[in-house]
């Protein structure tokens, strides 16, 4: 695991600096952050993919998971980068950020850096999130299918 060095900007905002991978990495992030480790599973993925979730909201879950300053569980970018990395709309990746919250997936921390407010996220522990059930799945979990039964053309 590489070290992250945090030192204080002003009352809003850190500067954290890694040098992982042999290349010095820094970005702002909001001091009130969470520092430790994100841990995660295949499971974890597998029930929010599962469940009852927009597909905007899994994809910009995906996006925030693998754009983290790493090995940490805040997301590097706002909701403007996101939609426009993501390739969707603003509002698109609002409604998306804001189902993601509303299922304390992930929360939004105000950063001030100088000239406007924007908004960070950070995933939350998985332990608190609150997946809706996916209606097409039945409750084994399984994907309900219809079963057709074919006849042999030739009679068999």
């Known amino acids: 695991m590489s070290e992250i060095k945090v030192y204080k900007k ?3 905002v850190d500067l954290w600096v890694t040098n992982g991978g042999g290349e010095k990495f820094s970005w702002y992030i909001s001091v ?3 520092k ?3 841990k995660y599973d295949c499971g974890m993925i597998k029930n929010l993919y599962g469940s009852g979730l927009s597909s905007a909201a899994k994809g910009i879950f995906s996006f925030i998971l693998f754009n983290r300053f790493l090995p940490t569980r805040v ?3 706002g909701q403007t980068s996101i939609a426009k990395m993501y390739g969707c709309a ?3 990746a609002r409604k998306a950020l804001k189902e993601l919250e509303d299922n304390n997936i992930i929360t939004e921390l105000k950063i001030y850096t100088g000239k406007h407010v924007s908004y960070q996220y950070f995933i939350n522990d998985y332990k608190g999130w609150s997946l809706p059930e996916n209606s097409r799945m039945t409750v084994s979990g399984n994907i309900p299918a ?3 039964k074919y006849t042999n053309v030739e009679g068999e």
């Open 10 to 12: 002003d009352k809003w």
């Open 36 to 38: 430790d480790e994100f």
């Open 90 to 92: 603003n509002k698109t």
């Open 146 to 148: 219809e079963v057709i």
């Open 32 to 34: 009130d952050a969470p």
């Open 75 to 77: 997301c590097l970018y």
